[in-house]
């Protein structure tokens, strides 16, 4: 709805195309803020899906994007928290690098943008 890309899984059909990600349990009491969040059916919409880990397969849920539009370009702040979350969980560098070498642009709303970079500095 802001005009800017977001990170989104997309099938591919082949086995060998990978998404490195994190999984969290939240408490059932908590879907309803998650889903006002992620702006369900608005949006986004809830995907069950199975994933493996190193703890073996488990069936989650994420949220994909009801409108895909490749040609738009993530927010920088969008980009730099993803990044910065793959770095938190130790995701390999190579996926990384595929993350970093996507284009990304300056949020034309300044007081955004900077709220969203501040948060990002080391307290």
């Known amino acids: ?10 099938a591919t059909g082949r ?19 998650l889903d006002q969040a992620e702006s369900l059916g608005v ?9 493996v880990t190193p703890q073996g397969r488990l069936n989650v849920f994420t949220y994909l994007a009801l409108l895909q539009d490749d040609a738009l370009c993530p927010f920088d702040w969008y ?17 990384i690098q595929q993350i970093q070498a996507v ?9 955004r943008r900077q709220y969203h970079f501040e948060l990002q500095q080391p307290r």
């Open 1 to 10: 709805m802001d005009q800017s890309g977001k990170g989104n899984i997309k």
């Open 15 to 33: 086995l060998e195309d990978i998404v490195w990600g994190a999984v969290f349990q939240i408490d059932s009491s908590e879907l309803l803020h």
């Open 43 to 51: 949006g986004y919409k809830r995907q069950h899906l199975s994933v």
């Open 79 to 95: 980009k730099a928290y993803v990044v910065q979350g793959a770095l938190d969980l130790g995701i390999p560098a190579t996926y």
């Open 103 to 111: 284009p990304s642009i300056p949020d034309p709303d300044v007081e």
